[in-house]
Every structure is written in structure tokens, then in C-alpha cells.
């Protein structure tokens, strides 16, 4: 059978179109709908339908139950005229959005169910493609990225520093914030508040620079050279206690072994071994330059890093700083899953669960052909892993499965 | 109301407007002999502009200060030259900044507040060995302080909790000097150019002439017309040598790959040829999409490439070396080690004569 069979489009379209039948109703317009931009993928189609507008939540629903469209956008930004070509729109401001992204992120899981094949010579290997093909020095993949538990469980933890620095940090209001689950691998978060609207690209990035903690220098979280006096830094808020929080925790757990493997200055290395009780007491009760004397400034600088890379939250850092970007519409379909972008109130997140809450599919089986696929558990039970197989699966795993184009319906 | 000696130190601020309003000049009167001064005045600021940067103060008469500033506004706006906008705005900002620092924290909030609308609390609180006098909402800091280069304005190396950004007494008069910078070069560039009569004009024509003497110095040297992939900044060599082995640019490396060979003056042709022959991509889309960095398609823009900040924000910055601790610009290291290598060569293998441009 021919490679354009994979993922059986046109029934995936049939269910998405049976789903928006009733499920647009439950979609709700973005705040100011008139100023928004609206942005959909067909099945099929490579490229994105643009520059749409809404009057309002009746005529976005009406167009979901026509269309049925595999991914679903709407833009941060307001504009005055949210139809017209770019330049033409009248950039109002934008809500500051937010996305993890599992995928970005280095994962044990990964090695476990991501692939990649290099396109010159056929190499392979498990988790990310390396930088080249070892190989072949060429740096050409195929990729096939899959998701679990643990990576959504990773994302999650993402989205919860994130919110602690919006709220602790930069003092939003809960109510000013709104979680989403991506539909696929991740989370977005949506701050719409008036502090955030106006700013421009180089302070969004200065954001972005503060929620990856790039650029913190060890001489400006009170770590100088010169002693100075002063109480401790260790419940102190923003990044100023975190990164010394996460030094104290980071020496107070260290084993002397795992100091030496970081391959630290000699003196430093000696210090922070014998002389830890001491270190952590002046951490504890000193102002952090009393602690500088043990520590080179190189291995400063290392164990800074380390402790940083800890506390900070792994966003996307283009999305963030894109002032004209397309986001997900909550509750509608991810057309690479059949899962659900969901809006997640922030109390709730801690218990959330996307394989069990998102699953949009719920009732009935379907007979499906499996090219390759990982272990998937959906909805509290485990399916796979599979190869070259005919199965007849729920009907939320058999999606999913189409979804990522990875089997086709047999009839 | 405000007094004349206040006007004078500050006359961008909106109560100086006014005073300097209902005095009711017009340009027949500033031709009278009577306000030589005052022209004169207005003359030395926009030449301190062009040669320091950095307008003195003259207070000891302040109705000629005063009034000089509208006046020396009028001078640039009159002589049409975009960069010279920014510098006498950023000259008048630095002349002020020089007397802000010494304001007292209620004076310095008042402006911060009433003029430029700041949100922001007094406080007492000494830290690190410095004493912190205000606490500044993140959205007026950013906007203020995000194009600032050196680390210790990053907010991630600030002191912020709930929104609130700490500032000793000296920094809060740089984040207003930024203000004030972009207030006085929105007031001359907003302005339609005009034509001054009398001695008027004839100012603006020797400072014409005093800016075109300036100008190499002033704006920077041109690039080489030869392309030599030997100067290009690790960032750059990394995505290229990446884009040689197939390997698929994220946008930002994409982006910057392109619009830098765009600026070090590659030809078209040639960059799509580049795109087209290592990966799958469309020469058409492709084209198209490089001629719109170009500024040959769309808005027009000629894009230059992204600062060094903003690509180490998106991680496209890779393994800096120590001239890059120098720069803030990937096209500067090109430009330096452009300059290093013809220097090495020798003058007579180089396309350009030595000594045509001084460093900055």
C-alpha cells in the first residue's frame, strides 16, 4: 500500500468532523475574539489559513463544525484589524505566552521511545539524532518522536517553576494566568494582564532571560568577591534565593565523590569537602559572599550553572519573544494525538493528568494495521509496543496511533 | 509652577514646555539681534551633540538655556539627518542625567512619575553593600533598561520579588535618562522638516557642514566587498558549516545565518543556491524568503542580523570566543577580524587603503 495511506486522513477528518459536531460548542473564544487573529491547519493541506477573524464565539464554533480543521490557532497578539495581510493589521499588544515543549528536553525516557534515521546513509539510534551521523558526518534525520508519562510529567514540572516565578517574581495574579495542555507534549501559559500587554520584543526577551536564568552572573546574586555584611540570602525571593537555595542544597547533598567528578578547582574541590559544615552554616546564617573565599571563580561559575539549569523553567524561547505568534484554541483537537488542548485551572495542576483528561475519543474500537509504534499508555491502561501488526484498539489509541501517522484503519 | 533655573536644567519636561509656551517667541523674534544667545546657545548644544555625545549645561544664564533647547530641537529637525536624531537626543539625556543623579529620591519619583509615568515605591534598604532607595515595577524597568548590555541591568541578576525591581539612587536616573532620551527624539523626528529663514537657516547650514566633516567618524566603516568566511564569528561559522552538513537550522539560526551573508554582502544567488543545494527546501520559497530578509519583498526591510544577546537567548550563540566578550554584535566581530586579517596580510593585499577610518 502506498506511503500517503499512513494515518488513513480522510477517516481521522470523518471523526474530527463528529467531534466538532457537538464538541464546538464547548470551545470558548479567546478574550477581545474581534482583535484576534485566527489561524487553521486542514488534513492534508501544508499550509496554514491566516489572517481570519470572528465576531464572535458563535462564528468561531459555526466554522470548527465546517471545517473540521487538524489544528486550531489564535493569535497573542490584539491588532485593530486582525484580517488585514501583517503590516496592515494594527499591532495593538499581545498576552505574554509561554510553551514547554518535552521535546526540547533531554530525557531518559527519550532514549526509550524516540528514534531517529539518518537520511544519507540509514543510520540509527534510540532518543535524540545526534549532532552528526556517526555514521556519515552528515546531519540530515528522520525523526520519530513519541511521548510517555514521564516526559508529560516533566513538562508539567516546567509549567509549575514557571508559574511560581510569574507569580513570586513578577507579582501577575493567578487569575491573570491560564494553563493549557498542549494537545501533544507539552503545556502553554497565557499571562493576559495589562503589565504584559505593551511590552515589547527586547523585554519579552529579557523575560524569557530571567525564566532560564541566562546570563546570571555569580557577582550579582550577592556571590562578590569584596565580603560585604548582610543577612542571608537563602529566603530571599526571586533568583537571588534560588540560586543560593539551590548552591546550599546542591553542597549540603553532594557525596565527596561527586564534588570531585565535577572537575572543580583543587582548592575548591578540598573546601567544599572539608570544609562544607562551615560553608552551609555561612550559607545559612551569612550573607553568600562570606562563602566566596572557598570557591574559585571558574568553579563559581560551574556550580552556578548546575544550580541554575535546577531552578529554571525550560521554555521555548522563540515562542515567547514572537509578538505576532499562533497559539493553540483550547479544547479543540491536536491533529497529531486526537487528544484535546485543555485548559487546566492552576489549582488543578498538580493532580492533572493529559493521558486520562485529554483523550478526546472515548467510545468504541476500530481495526488498525501498525507500521511501529512504542508502549502508549492511554486512559489508565497500557497498549503496545507494536510492530507491523493488525489490532483492533480502543478507538482513542487507534487515533492517536493515525494521528501520528504511524498505522492505517484496516476495513 | 516651575522655575526658570528647573526649566532650564530640565527643558524636555512638560511644565518647561509650557513656561517656554507662554513666553509666545516666534521666529521673527529669536532673529532679532536681541537673541543672538540664545541662538548661539542653541548652535553649541547640536555641536556637542555631534562631537561628545554629551551636551554641557550652562546654568548660569537660564533664560538662554532655557530657551536654547527648543531651538536647537528646531536645528536638528531642520538638518534631516536621521542619526544625528538619536545622538542629540541621547547628548541632551546624558546633560541631564548629569544633574538628575544629584536630585533628591522625592524629586527623582516625581519625575519618574508625572512625566514618564512611572510605578514607583521609595525604600530604604541596603543590600550587598549598596543602599537601594526605589522599587520599580518590571514593565518601566524593561523598558528602560532591556537594550542595556552590561549584565548587572539583566532583571535575572537584579533584586525583584512581586513585580518590583530594586535601584540605588544612580540607576534610577540612567533608566531616566532613557526616557528622556526617547522623549526629545521622538519631539525632532516627529516634526516635518522645514526650511528656517534668516540666520536661522544660515545655523543650520554650517552645522550641516560641521556634521558632514564628522560623518565617517560618527557612522561606523563599510564591510569589504569580498566575502572571507575566515572572519565570521564562531555563531555564524557553527550554523553554516551545520547548514553544509545537512543538519536543519532552527529559525533563529536560519534567520541569522541569512540576513548576516545578506549584510556581509553575498550575493542572492548565491545564499539560495547555499539553502537549496544542502536541504530539501524550495527554491522558490527559498528565494522568496531571502529576498524578504534582503528587503527587496514585503516591508522593505533590509533585516540586519539578530545582537549577541538575543542569540544567546535563543542558544545560537556557541562557543564565544574572547572577542566576542568585546562585542554586542555579530557583525562587529566580522568587521574587526576583517580589519585583523587585512592588517596581518599586509596594507597592499588589502582592498582598502590603511588609516581611512579611525576605531571608535
Same mark, same amino acid.
Given at each position: 500500500?502506498?506511503?500517503?495511506?499512513?494515518?488513513?486522513?480522510?477517516?481521522?477528518?470523518?471523526?474530527?468532523?463528529?467531534?466538532?459536531?457537538?464538541?464546538?460548542?464547548?470551545?470558548?473564544?479567546?478574550?477581545?475574539?474581534?482583535?484576534?487573529?485566527?489561524?487553521?491547519?486542514?488534513?492534508?493541506?501544508?499550509?496554514?489559513?491566516?489572517?481570519?477573524?470572528?465576531?464572535?464565539?458563535? =462564528?468561531?464554533?459555526?466554522?470548527? /463544525?465546517?471545517?473540521?480543521?487538524?489544528?486550531?490557532?489564535?493569535?497573542?497578539?490584539?491588532?485593530?484589524?486582525?484580517?488585514?495581510?501583517?503590516?496592515?493589521?494594527?499591532?495593538?499588544?499581545?498576552?505574554?505566552?509561554?510553551?514547554?515543549?518535552?521535546?526540547?528536553?533531554?530525557?531518559?525516557?527519550?532514549?526509550?521511545?524516540?528514534?531517529?534515521?539518518?537520511? %544519507?546513509?540509514?543510520?540509527?539510534?534510540?532518543?535524540?539524532?545526534?549532532?552528526?551521523?556517526?555514521?556519515?558526518?552528515?546531519?540530515?534525520?528522520?525523526?520519530?518522536?513519541?511521548?510517555?508519562?514521564?516526559?508529560?510529567?516533566?513538562?508539567?514540572?516546567?509549567?509549575?517553576?514557571?508559574?511560581? $516565578?510569574?507569580?513570586?517574581?513578577?507579582?501577575?495574579?493567578?487569575?491573570?494566568?491560564?494553563?493549557?495542555?498542549?494537545?501533544?507534549?507539552?503545556?502553554?501559559?497565557?499571562? /493576559?494582564?495589562?503589565?504584559?500587554?505593551?511590552?515589547?520584543?527586547?523585554?519579552?526577551?529579557?523575560?524569557?532571560?530571567?525564566?532560564?536564568?541566562?546570563?546570571?552572573?555569580?557577582?550579582?546574586?550577592?556571590?562578590?568577591?569584596?565580603?560585604?555584611?548582610?543577612?542571608?540570602?537563602?529566603?530571599?525571593?526571586?533568583?537571588?534565593?534560588?540560586?543560593?537555595?539551590?548552591?546550599?542544597?546542591?553542597?549540603?547533598?553532594?557525596?565527596?565523590?561527586?564534588?570531585?567528578?565535577?572537575?572543580?578547582?583543587?582548592?575548591?574541590?578540598?573546601?567544599?569537602?572539608?570544609?562544607?559544615?562551615?560553608?552551609?552554616?555561612?550559607?545559612?546564617?551569612?550573607?553568600?559572599?562570606?562563602?566566596?573565599?572557598?570557591?574559585?571563580?571558574?568553579? $563559581?561559575?560551574?556550580?552556578?550553572?548546575?544550580?541554575?539549569?535546577?531552578?529554571?523553567?525550560?521554555?521555548?524561547?522563540?515562542?515567547?519573544?514572537?509578538?505576532?505568534?499562533?497559539?493553540?484554541?483550547?479544547?479543540?483537537?491536536?491533529?497529531?494525538?486526537?487528544?484535546? %488542548?485543555?485548559?487546566?485551572?492552576?489549582?488543578?495542576?498538580?493532580?492533572?493528568?493529559?493521558?486520562?483528561?485529554?483523550?478526546?475519543?472515548? =467510545?468504541? %474500537?476500530?481495526?488498525?494495521?501498525?507500521?511501529?509504534?512504542?508502549?502508549?499508555?492511554?486512559?489508565?491502561?497500557?497498549?503496545?509496543?507494536? =510492530?507491523?501488526?493488525?489490532?483492533?484498539?480502543?478507538?482513542?489509541?487507534?487515533?492517536?496511533?493515525?494521528?501520528?501517522?504511524?498505522?492505517?484503519?484496516?476495513? | 509652577m516651575i522655575s526658570e533655573r528647573e526649566a532650564a536644567k530640565y527643558p524636555f519636561l512638560n511644565d518647561a514646555v509650557t513656561l517656554v509656551e507662554t513666553l509666545g517667541l516666534?521666529?521673527?523674534?529669536?532673529?532679532?539681534?536681541?537673541?543672538?544667545?540664545v541662538?548661539?546657545?542653541?548652535?553649541?548644544?547640536?555641536?556637542?551633540?555631534?562631537?561628545?555625545?554629551?551636551?554641557?549645561s550652562e546654568l548660569g544664564d537660564t533664560i538662554t538655556e532655557l530657551l536654547s533647547f527648543p531651538v536647537?530641537n528646531?536645528?536638528?529637525?531642520?538638518?534631516?539627518?536621521?542619526?544625528?536624531?538619536?545622538?542629540?537626543?541621547?547628548?541632551e539625556a546624558?546633560r541631564a542625567q548629569?544633574l538628575l543623579?544629584d536630585e533628591t529620591e522625592e524629586r527623582l519619583a516625581k519625575i519618574a512619575r508625572l512625566e514618564f509615568g512611572w510605578?514607583?515605591?521609595?525604600?530604604?534598604?541596603?543590600?550587598?553593600?549598596?543602599?537601594?532607595?526605589?522599587?520599580?515595577?518590571?514593565?518601566?524597568?524593561?523598558?528602560?533598561?532591556?537594550?542595556?548590555?552590561?549584565?548587572?541591568?539583566?532583571?535575572?541578576?537584579?533584586?525583584?520579588?512581586?513585580?518590583?525591581?530594586?535601584?540605588?539612587?544612580?540607576?534610577?536616573s540612567?533608566?531616566l535618562?532613557?526616557e528622556i532620551?526617547?522623549r526629545i527624539?521622538?519631539l525632532?523626528?516627529?516634526?516635518?522638516?522645514?526650511?528656517?529663514?534668516?540666520?536661522?537657516?544660515?545655523?543650520?547650514?554650517?552645522?550641516?557642514?560641521?556634521?558632514?566633516?564628522?560623518?565617517?567618524?560618527?557612522?561606523?566603516?563599510?564591510?569589504?566587498?569580498?566575502?572571507?568566511?575566515?572572519?565570521?564569528?564562531?555563531?555564524?561559522?557553527?550554523?553554516?558549516?551545520?547548514?553544509?552538513?545537512?543538519?536543519?537550522?532552527?529559525?533563529?539560526?536560519?534567520?541569522?545565518?541569512?540576513?548576516?551573508?545578506?549584510?556581509?554582502?553575498?550575493?542572492?544567488?548565491?545564499?539560495?543556491?547555499?539553502?537549496?543545494?544542502?536541504?530539501?527546501?524550495?527554491?522558490?520559497?527559498?528565494?522568496?524568503?531571502?529576498?524578504?530578509?534582503?528587503?527587496?519583498?514585503?516591508?522593505?526591510?533590509?533585516?540586519?542580523?539578530?545582537?549577541?544577546?538575543?542569540?544567546?537567548?535563543?542558544?545560537?550563540?556557541?562557543?564565544?570566543?574572547?572577542?566576542?566578550?568585546?562585542?554586542?554584535?555579530?557583525?562587529?566581530?566580522?568587521?574587526?577580524?576583517?580589519?585583523?586579517?587585512?592588517?596581518?596580510?599586509?596594507?597592499?593585499?588589502?582592498?582598502?587603503?590603511?588609516?581611512?577610518?579611525?576605531?571608535?
Open positions: 500500500m502506498a506511503e500517503q495511506d499512513w494515518g488513513s486522513e480522510q477517516y481521522v477528518l470523518e471523526h474530527f468532523g463528529g467531534f466538532y459536531s457537538t464538541g464546538a460548542q464547548h470551545v470558548e473564544a479567546p478574550t477581545e475574539i474581534k482583535q484576534r487573529e485566527f489561524g487553521f491547519l486542514s488534513f492534508g493541506g501544508r499550509t496554514m489559513f491566516r489572517h481570519i477573524g470572528f465576531e464572535d464565539t458563535e =462564528e468561531l464554533r459555526r466554522y470548527l /463544525r465546517n471545517y473540521s480543521p487538524a489544528h486550531s490557532y489564535f493569535s497573542a497578539a490584539y491588532y485593530q484589524e486582525p484580517r488585514a495581510p501583517m503590516a496592515e493589521k494594527g499591532w495593538i499588544g499581545a498576552d505574554l505566552v509561554f510553551d514547554i515543549d518535552a521535546d526540547h528536553f533531554d530525557l531518559p525516557c527519550q532514549k526509550t521511545h524516540d528514534r531517529w534515521t539518518c537520511k %544519507t546513509c540509514g543510520e540509527a539510534g534510540k532518543g535524540h539524532p545526534p549532532e552528526r551521523c556517526p555514521g556519515c558526518g552528515k546531519a540530515t534525520f528522520a525523526e520519530e518522536n513519541w511521548l510517555c508519562e514521564s516526559c508529560l510529567d516533566a513538562a508539567k514540572y516546567e509549567a509549575q517553576k514557571l508559574l511560581d $516565578m510569574l507569580i513570586q517574581d513578577f507579582g501577575f495574579q493567578p487569575s491573570e494566568l491560564s494553563v493549557n495542555f498542549s494537545g501533544n507534549r507539552g503545556y502553554h501559559v497565557h499571562v /493576559r494582564s495589562p503589565l504584559a500587554k505593551d511590552l515589547d520584543q527586547l523585554a519579552r526577551r529579557e523575560v524569557v532571560d530571567y525564566i532560564l536564568g541566562i546570563g546570571i552572573e555569580a557577582e550579582y546574586q550577592g556571590l562578590t568577591s569584596r565580603q560585604v555584611g548582610g543577612g542571608s540570602m537563602l529566603g530571599r525571593g526571586g533568583w537571588r534565593g534560588r540560586t543560593i537555595r539551590a548552591l546550599y542544597d546542591f553542597v549540603g547533598k553532594s557525596t565527596p565523590e561527586e564534588i570531585k567528578a565535577l572537575k572543580l578547582g583543587r582548592n575548591t574541590t578540598r573546601d567544599l569537602i572539608e570544609e562544607k559544615d562551615e560553608i552551609l552554616s555561612s550559607l545559612m546564617n551569612q550573607h553568600p559572599s562570606r562563602i566566596v573565599r572557598y570557591i574559585d571563580k571558574k568553579s $563559581m561559575e560551574k556550580l552556578l550553572d548546575a544550580a541554575v539549569d535546577e531552578q529554571a523553567s525550560a521554555i521555548d524561547t522563540v515562542v515567547t519573544t514572537d509578538l505576532r505568534r499562533l497559539i493553540r484554541l483550547p479544547n479543540t483537537l491536536h491533529g497529531k494525538t486526537g487528544w484535546l %488542548t485543555q485548559n487546566v485551572p492552576i489549582e488543578d495542576l498538580p493532580d492533572y493528568d493529559p493521558l486520562t483528561m485529554a483523550v478526546a475519543f472515548n =467510545e468504541g %474500537t476500530e481495526k488498525v494495521y501498525i507500521k511501529r509504534a512504542p508502549e502508549i499508555n492511554l486512559q489508565g491502561e497500557v497498549y503496545g509496543p507494536f =510492530e507491523e501488526e493488525t489490532r483492533e484498539l480502543p478507538l482513542a489509541v487507534a487515533m492517536f496511533l493515525l494521528c501520528r501517522k504511524s498505522a492505517r484503519v484496516v476495513r | 516666534t521666529l521673527e523674534d529669536l532673529m532679532d539681534p536681541g537673541h543672538t544667545k541662538l548661539d546657545r542653541a548652535e553649541r548644544r547640536v555641536a556637542q551633540a555631534i562631537i561628545n555625545g554629551e551636551a554641557t536647537g528646531m536645528f536638528i529637525t531642520a538638518m534631516g539627518e536621521q542619526f544625528l536624531f538619536r545622538r542629540y537626543a541621547l547628548s546624558v548629569g543623579k510605578t514607583l515605591r521609595l525604600v530604604d534598604e541596603s543590600l550587598d553593600g549598596r543602599l537601594y532607595r526605589f522599587e520599580l515595577l518590571f514593565k518601566d524597568y524593561l523598558r528602560n533598561a532591556a537594550g542595556f548590555r552590561e549584565p548587572e541591568w539583566k532583571i535575572v541578576n537584579r533584586l525583584m520579588r512581586e513585580g518590583y525591581v530594586l535601584l540605588t539612587r544612580r540607576e534610577a540612567r533608566l535618562q532613557e532620551q526617547r527624539a521622538d525632532v523626528s516627529r516634526r516635518r522638516q522645514i526650511s528656517l529663514p534668516g540666520p536661522l537657516g544660515a545655523k543650520v547650514e554650517s552645522l550641516k557642514k560641521f556634521f558632514d566633516e564628522n560623518r565617517s567618524r560618527l557612522t561606523g566603516e563599510d564591510l569589504p566587498s569580498e566575502l572571507m568566511t575566515e572572519a565570521f564569528p564562531p555563531c555564524i561559522r557553527h550554523a553554516f558549516e551545520g547548514l553544509m552538513a545537512g543538519k536543519r537550522l532552527s529559525h533563529m539560526e536560519r534567520f541569522g545565518l541569512t540576513s548576516f551573508l545578506i549584510n556581509v554582502g553575498m550575493d542572492i544567488d548565491e545564499i539560495v543556491n547555499l539553502f537549496v543545494s544542502v536541504t530539501d527546501f524550495d527554491e522558490q520559497f527559498t528565494r522568496y524568503q531571502i529576498e524578504h530578509i534582503a528587503g527587496l519583498r514585503g516591508s522593505r526591510t533590509k533585516y540586519t542580523p539578530p545582537t549577541c544577546s538575543t542569540f544567546k537567548t535563543h542558544s545560537v550563540c556557541y562557543n564565544p570566543e574572547r572577542l566576542c566578550q568585546h562585542i554586542k554584535h555579530p557583525l562587529s566581530y566580522y568587521r574587526i577580524k576583517v580589519r585583523d586579517i587585512q592588517r596581518e596580510q599586509g596594507p597592499e593585499s588589502g582592498d582598502e587603503a590603511p588609516n581611512t577610518q579611525a576605531a571608535k
